[in-house]
Every structure is written in structure tokens, then in C-alpha cells.
């Protein structure tokens, strides 16, 4: 069983796993700025990576969006 995790409270950090109940929350975005910087914002292809990442890390995540950044 998935043990619950609180986007708007918990904190994140680089091995926290993506859960089923992932919300993109201003705790979510604290992460990012931290991550990649102050010019992180989500996108719609980027929201769809992360609800289909259950499993992964927001580490993962962190590096996807900054892969995505550069290209």
C-alpha cells in the first residue's frame, strides 16, 4: 500500500518517489525554483510527465524538466 504523502506540507526533496496522489502545489513549485531555478513554471506537456512519473523521483523530474529547458 502507497504510504500518503502531503504536497502542501511534506517536505521535498531530490528521492522523494511521485505518487498516485501528486498534486502540482506551491510546496511542488518551492521544489523547482530550488531544483531549476526561478525561471521553472509548469506546462502542459510537463504536468502530463509528471501524473504519468508515478514511481520515479521528483530528482527525476527535477532532471526532466531542466532536459526539457534545454532543448
Do not use: S
Amino acid at each position: 500500500m502507497e504510504t500518503v504523502f502531503d504536497w502542501h506540507a511534506d517536505p521535498i526533496d531530490r528521492t522523494t518517489p511521485i505518487t498516485t496522489g501528486y498534486r502540482g502545489t506551491q510546496n511542488v513549485r518551492r521544489f523547482f525554483h530550488r531544483e531549476c531555478g526561478e525561471h521553472f513554471k509548469f506546462d502542459r506537456p510537463f504536468m502530463a510527465w509528471m501524473k504519468a512519473a508515478v514511481g520515479r523521483t521528483m530528482g527525476d523530474a527535477a532532471d526532466e524538466w531542466l532536459r526539457r529547458d534545454r532543448a
